[in-house]
């Protein structure tokens, strides 16, 4: 029997750790089981790698201290899944341990006792406690470290006196809730997961497809037959029916005893999307999402181990989960950017979907009214087989989109209007006429930033290096990169001027805005202000779908999937956010972003119309998606892409050094830049510079962005990197490295 186990630990430390097997777990101790081990103070939980007889060689490696307790009989990574987290690790030069603890969501099983989390009336509290000039009581420290994530009874007692005590009177006021998770020791098999009654009551028998839908489902269902790995590219206006062929294909694998994974961008959409999942397939439907608890996540991801789950629909980190016999795997909404991991391990869910169904001998179907051009490119290349859905199902008219030029607009007002009169025509008429109205304002507060008129300061963040947001109804300017808060300003904190000015709109003023306009509409706002809960969006969501709303203002939330025949009025108020983004991916997000936003008008029996507000009204990404054409906008944007060296032509990696003393960070990156210099064959080196956002979260930020001819060639070059860092003794946190970066900021 083995003596040694080496262990892949959560640490930045990018190596195993050799431990000593007690005799007792010699016998039980397997490849991707999990397994206690301690590591300097800490008791750590790791995944064994490997079971051996040979002893360290090194110091560095040796750890001649005994494994504490295996948490797992069977593994729970097997090959299949310990060869993609390699390969994640390798190709995002993200550590092992980190990347493998990102691919089991069982925290449950080592964390024991009560988590609190805060209720929605909990966060509103909390707010008030943020301020830096605030010295909350104990009630009031617990709320706010609850307001940034759910925490365990045993930390909030570490931090706070007499928490106990608290967190009961807190309970009570139905500011806080808890979670036991001692109940999680024996584990027993659960339902698939938590569907709606209406999805449970009669299974609902497969629409007919139309002819477009047939063409492509049947190159899908050819290509399971084949039983071989294959990219669909399935390209569908919005409206087009694409669900459906999703549901036809995976009852096709299930059908040839395989199994199926379906990843949807948003947590947001995973109860709509489950809904037709679960009257189509029943009982074998799991869900894995953030939203869920620790439990809920552990008690899905088992059902799914144990084969009672064939069918999984999931969020960026479903991509992990553990099914047999994978078949086929569904990426809705390909192009979305949040399948991009923002921490480590910094991985895109949809590509690591393609290496795992390569992997596995699957079928792969990437579906989008507006593919990334990464995903078309390669489906011009051949290397993905392109599907097409032209036109909507029983051919509904795609939505009439007028541009507003809001120039113009207050050329003949004189008036610096949030709204234009044709927007206020619209949305009138659809009132009289008992139709809906979803309008996008993709900012969240209510004005972007407050300036004094006097000498021109602007209150910023005391953490990072970006004006604050004034959030009126809680009545504090905010940070969105800290959470950072301060209280709003009656006079200016630099000159003590009292002429302060609010500048710029956000979703709040747009809501308060539409009330004044519309007195007697009823209005719902839908942005990350008004969803804290893993219920909220669903509640604003499913009212607005069954008319208790009238109008439905929010920002990209609103944008995706949305299918409420009701809705034949779509307003942009402002297309012009985020083109201004130093970041060569900001025409793209506009052009999806507005082209997404239309197709939620006109889906059911009246015809919808979307108007678009802008004061650039040429640009070609506002133009082509008023045209809803995005192969004017391919052509245009590829050949800026080619011309700038940038994906799918160039593989790119953004470095970026950070450091709490700026002088360190400078130090660290012009070493990092000398490194780079002169710069290596096929390699263009950018910088090192000032970051976009400088300092975040009190460190100052420097950059340097990689474009390589070749993807193996970027893959030498970092790692040489990693190797000068670790020579160099830097902080492990101090380097971050970002491989194909969906965003430059």
């Known amino acids: ?34 397994i206690l081990v301690p590591f300097g103070k800490r008791t750590l939980a790791g995944v064994i790698l490997r079971t051996h ?21 069977e593994p729970v990574l097997d090959e299949s899944l310990l060869k993609l987290g390699n390969w994640i690790s390798t190709y995002y030069c993200a550590p092992l341990g980190e990347t493998l603890r990102a691919m089991t969501p069982l925290a449950s099983d080592i964390r024991r006792g009560k988590v609190y989390s805060l209720t929605s009336s909990g966060h509103d509290a909390a707010r008030q406690f943020h301020f830096d000039d605030a010295a909350p009581d104990p009630a009031g420290q617990l709320l706010r470290l609850l307001d940034a994530r759910p925490l365990t009874g045993a930390y909030l007692a570490r931090k706070v006196e007499k928490a106990a005590s608290i967190l009961r009177a807190l309970e009570k006021k ?55 790995f294959k990219t669909f590219l399935l390209e569908g206006v919005t409206g ?58 552990a008690q899905q991801w088992r059902n799914i181990r144990s084969g009672a789950a064939g069918v999984v629909v999931a969020t960026r980190s479903g991509v992990f989960a553990p099914l047999r016999n994978l078949g086929l795997i569904v990426v809705d909404e390909e192009h979305d950017q949040s399948y991009k991991q923002q921490e480590t391990p910094r991985y895109h869910g949809r590509d690591v979907a393609v290496v795992r169904a390569r992997d596995a001998g699957a079928v792969v179907v990437l579906g989008s009214a507006t593919p990334s ?99 009126r109804r ?48 009823r209005i719902a706002r839908l942005d990350r202000d008004t969803v804290r809960g893993k219920r909220d969006y669903e509640v604003i969501l499913s009212g607005f779908r069954e008319g208790s709303f009238d109008i439905l203002v929010g920002t990209q939330m609103i944008a995706k999937g949305h299918d409420i025949p009701n809705v034949t009025l779509v307003g942009v108020v402002n297309a012009d956010i985020g083109l201004g983004l130093p970041d060569f991916r900001a025409a793209e997000r506009t052009f999806q972003l507005l082209t997404q936003a239309a197709g939620r008008a006109g889906r059911g029996e009246t015809p919808g119309i979307v108007l678009i507000q802008t004061i650039n009204p040429d640009h070609y990404a506002i133009r082509c998606a008023a045209a809803q054409n995005y192969e004017m906008f391919y052509a245009k944007e590829i050949e800026f892409r080619r011309m700038m060296w940038y994906p799918p032509f160039g593989a790119l990696a953004s470095l970026v050094v950070r450091a709490a003393r700026e002088e360190d960070a400078l130090t660290r990156s012009g070493t990092l830049g000398r490194l780079l210099q002169p710069p290596p064959e096929g390699v263009k080196v950018l910088g090192p510079a000032p970051a976009a956002v400088a300092r975040l979260k009190n460190e100052f930020r420097f950059q340097v962005l990689l474009k390589a001819t070749s993807r193996a060639r970027l893959g030498e070059i970092l790692a040489e990197v990693r190797r000068f860092a670790v020579f160099e003794r830097w902080p492990a946190a101090s380097l971050l490295i970002d491989v194909d970066p969906m965003t430059l900021l």
């Open 174 to 228: 139905g500011l806080v809730e808890s979670e036991d998770r001692t109940a999680e020791r024996h584990h027993r098999p659960v339902a698939a997961t938590e569907a709606p009654p209406s999805a449970l009551a009669p299974a609902r028998p497969p629409h007919a497809l139309n002819a477009h839908q047939q063409e492509a489902f049947d190159a899908i269902r050819a290509a399971l037959d084949a039983a071989v």
């Open 474 to 521: 809680d009545r504090r300017m905010l940070c969105h990169y800290c959470n950072y808060a301060v209280r709003v300003p009656d006079r200016c904190p630099k000159c003590d001027s009292e002429f302060i000015q609010f500048l710029g709109t956000g979703s709040e003023r747009v809501e308060e805005e539409l009330h004044s306009a519309f007195p007697r509409a």
């Open 373 to 471: 051009l990464e995903s078309r490119y390669n489906a011009e290349r051949g290397k993905y087989t392109r599907l097409e859905l032209p036109e909507r199902i029983e051919r509904r008219p795609l939505p009439q989109v007028e541009l507003i030029d809001m120039r113009q607009e207050f050329l003949e007002t004189r008036k610096q209007a949030t709204f234009s009169r044709a927007l206020i025509e619209a949305v009138t008429a659809r009132l009289e006429n008992g139709e809906q109205t979803m309008l996008l304002m993709n900012r969240r507060g209510f004005s972007s930033f407050a300036a004094c008129r006097a000498c021109g300061h602007r209150i910023e963040c005391a953490n990072c290096s970006v004006t604050l947001t004034y959030h």
């Open 53 to 73: 007889d040979d002893p360290p060689e090194t110091a560095a490696r040796a750890v001649h201290r005994e494994a504490l307790r295996l948490l797992d009989e």
């Open 1 to 34: 029997m083995p003596v040694y186990c080496d262990v892949s630990l959560p640490t930045p430390l990018d190596r195993p750790f050799t431990y000593l097997l007690p005799e007792t777990l010699r016998h039980r101790a397997q490849s991707g089981c999990r």
């Open 240 to 297: 087009s029916g694409k669900t459906e062929v999703y549901l036809n294909a995976i009852d096709a694998a299930l059908a040839r005893g395989k199994t199926a994974l379906m990843l949807v961008p948003e947590i947001g959409l995973t109860p709509a999307v489950a809904a037709q999942f679960y009257q189509r397939f029943g009982e074998r439907v799991a869900i894995l999402h953030s939203a869920f608890h620790d439990t809920e996540r």
